[in-house]
């Protein structure tokens, strides 16, 4: 494992826990920057948007992927994607299951190009009880619980939702259908 001085951390996805992930692991040393579609800008992250997501990837020794499930995203982790990784580069996925094109995942770790992976979600989830994944060292499979909900913070969000709906004001948190997340 790399020493957080010496490690460039990408973050696909810079949501709320994109977000939390960033600045974490920037208080931690590590040399962060973010990808999200819009690009925007966050502070002390460098930021990527769209039409950068290879100059984003080659800068990325550690990849974590929190990115919600869209048409975009869908099969985004593929042999070209790996391929424009730093070669023995590692991959944290906690986004959706079907971004990751399994196969690739497995090419990419034979070759070297990814030294490593951690999979909170798989393709197909659940991963069936003789695939090849379970037994490969090189990965860490968790049970698809990259997050707890913390109680009071569950409660905070719940009272929240509402009082927006009582007093009609917007209601937070709620899913753009058209974007997918």
């Known amino acids: 494992m790399p020493l957080a001085g010496g490690a460039r951390v990408g973050i696909m996805g810079l949501g709320r826990i994109g977000l939390r992930a960033a600045e974490t692991l920037r208080a931690m040393g590590f040399d962060v920057a973010g990808w999200s579609r819009s690009g925007r800008a966050v502070d002390g992250i460098e930021a990527f948007g769209a039409g950068a997501m290879e100059t984003f990837l080659a800068r990325s020794d550690i990849l974590i992927c929190l990115l919600p499930l869209t048409a975009e995203t869908r099969g985004l982790m593929d042999a070209a994607f790996f391929a424009k990784l730093p070669r023995g580069a590692m991959l944290v996925h906690a986004g959706r299951g079907a971004q990751l094109d399994m196969a690739a995942l497995k090419g990419a770790l034979d070759t070297g190009q990814l030294a490593s992976a951690m999979l909170d979600v798989t393709n197909p989830e659940p991963l069936p009880a003789d695939h090849w994944a379970w037994a490969d ?8 619980v990259a997050a707890n909900t913390d109680a009071r913070e569950g409660a905070a969000q719940v009272l929240e939702v509402l009082r927006a709906s009582r007093s009609g004001a917007p209601i937070p948190g709620l899913v753009d259908q058209a974007r997918g997340y």
């Open 137 to 144: 060292p090189r990965l860490v499979i968790t049970p698809h």
